[in-house]
């Protein structure tokens, strides 16, 4: 049997108690040394895998350049968390784009820091799997892009907002927000952002591009994040085509994903008078939607069916709720992905270590310096595994299913729902700062500006949000979901309604 090296050290009689008390179990004293004297044999058995080389299909390329942080004058928005170039195969179709990737995403040799401070100068030696796939179609990766502080917040990154391209005094969303606005300003042709509660569409609603969410399972979400959806976003829906061809053309992040022969690279989207759609009647008249809101979007449909779609009105009553139990799962999601050291225990993988190690030191050494909604769902979501023994997460994933089917059986005979991606345009800057901790915390309680977009994470049913409209000068989202696998559908009608009514996305940067 092989030493039991340093990395591995068997566990002290201290340990083992402390260890058990997590567990919620009072060892006797001889149960403890008994622990102890075993535990150095079990561990030999892990100090095997110390001997055996990691598996790894990936090239990494040598002389990276690990690129910049911008400044004010060159970042006016704080989009960037790393500008920087990384160059692909000489020939592919994505030759000649500029691509940017939120900074939940890794690129090998360039520094990924998650929005926070907390995790110091980490970088990757390996590449997320759509960033692979999106080097070998020949595209340049130009920048890491600033999303939320690990996601979870609205107010922005580390480093400050990320601000609205339309209006600086207004936020760009969260939390692929840096995604939408180099997007919008053009700075990239196509972003990569990543969406567990409607992190891709939101931003994109407010900022003013195209952002997709596709069917749970259809891109290889390895390496980013277990509660999230890999999308792209671009300002045209062909963009977001292109990406998501290159990205899904391999194997799905799920296996047993029932996937046979997707084919994105339709050439022309389908004639309005060959599409059907339904407005789902409970994404309009919510209580908070801001005015004009509601107006806009229904004023972009009618402009669709005065080129010839056929829309109906639609209900999903459980569209009431499903923002509501999308938000329980999240809620114990956070905090098990948190001490998880952000990477899960249940993924098929692949997993990366130094990734994991990089979150664990950072969590340990700096987490109070997490911003107070980071600290707070990982508290809360915790004290709810602990003390009610994850017993409402369960209970909201027992009805996923019935969600799902209530979705699918509205979908029957029309090709996609169609509401407004958020009910509230994009929200002012200084409209937080002065605000009770109290208040501020009661925003997560009601999610407002993400209710319409996360019951398509909690059923996995792929949905786009396209530009259609503005309201007090700020953009106004669309919404189309579809059926699960449907990804086709989806892209060909809102590509369809950016050819036949459109919306200008020309402004003042």
Not at 44 to 58: G, K, N, T, V, Y
Not at 150 to 175: C, I, K, Q, R
């Amino acid at each position: 049997m092989v030493d039991v090296p340093p990395s591995v050290r068997p566990p002290t009689a201290v340990e083992i108690r402390e260890s058990a008390r997590r567990h919620y179990l009072d060892l006797r004293d001889e149960e403890v040394n008994a622990f102890v004297g075993a535990a150095e044999k079990t561990l030999q058995l892990h100090a095997l895998l110390e001997e055996i080389p990691q598996p790894s299909d990936r090239t990494i390329l040598d002389g990276r350049d690990p690129g910049y942080v911008p400044g004010p004058d060159e970042d006016p928005h704080n989009a960037y968390a790393v500008k920087c170039e990384v160059s692909g195969a000489a020939q592919g179709p994505l030759t000649g784009y500029e691509i940017g990737v939120k900074d939940h995403i890794p690129v090998a040799g360039v520094p990924m820091r998650r929005g926070s401070n907390v995790f110091g100068e980490y970088v990757p030696s390996t590449d997320a799997t759509v960033v692979e796939r999106l080097l070998a179609a020949g595209g340049t990766i130009t920048a890491k892009l600033n999303p939320t502080e690990l996601g979870l917040t609205l107010l922005g990154a580390a480093s400050g907002p990320v601000t609205n391209p339309h209006d600086p005094e207004h936020f760009a969303g969260a939390s692929s927000a840096g995604a939408a606005v180099a997007v919008v300003t053009g700075d990239v042709d196509i972003a990569i952002g990543s969406d567990g509660g409607g992190s891709i569409r939101y931003p994109s609603a407010w900022s003013g591009c195209v952002g997709y969410n596709p069917t749970n399972g259809l891109l290889p979400g390895s390496r980013t994040s277990t509660l999230s959806n890999v999308g792209p976003m671009a300002r045209a829906v062909s963009d977001c085509r292109l990406a998501l061809e290159v990205m899904a053309d391999g194997a799905p992040a799920d296996p047993a994903a029932p996937i046979a022969d997707t084919d994105f690279s339709r050439p022309e989207p389908p004639s309005a008078e060959d599409i059907r759609i339904g407005m789902l009647t409970e994404g309009f008249g919510l209580e908070f939607t801001d005015a004009g809101v509601d107006e806009t979007v229904r004023g972009a449909i009618d402009a669709f069916a005065a080129a010839g779609a056929t829309v109906e009105s639609v209900s999903v009553p459980w569209h009431e709720r499903a923002p509501l139990i999308q938000q329980c799962i999240l809620l114990e999601g956070a905090a098990a992905s948190y001490t998880s050291e952000g990477a899960g225990h249940f993924s098929t993988g692949p997993y990366d270590i130094q990734a994991l190690e990089n979150f664990a030191q950072g969590r340990r050494a700096r987490g109070d310096d997490f911003p107070l909604q980071v600290k707070y769902a990982v508290v809360l979501g915790q004290y709810l595994a602990d003390e009610h023994f994850g017993r409402y997460h369960a209970m909201a994933q027992n009805l996923r299913p019935e969600i799902t089917e209530a979705y699918e059986q509205a979908l029957d005979g029309i090709d996609v729902l169609a509401l407004p991606t958020s009910a509230k345009i994009a929200q002012r800057v200084d409209a937080f700062a002065d605000q009770s901790l109290e208040s501020y915390l009661a925003q997560t309680n009601t999610p407002q500006r993400t209710f319409n977009t996360k019951p398509f994470n909690l059923t996995g049913q792929p949905a786009i949000s396209v530009p259609c409209g503005a309201v007090e000068g700020l953009p106004v989202g669309l919404m189309f979901a579809g059926g699960r696998w449907e990804d086709e559908t989806v892209l060909g009608v809102a590509e369809a309604f950016e050819r036949d009514v459109g919306w200008d996305l020309e402004h003042e940067t």
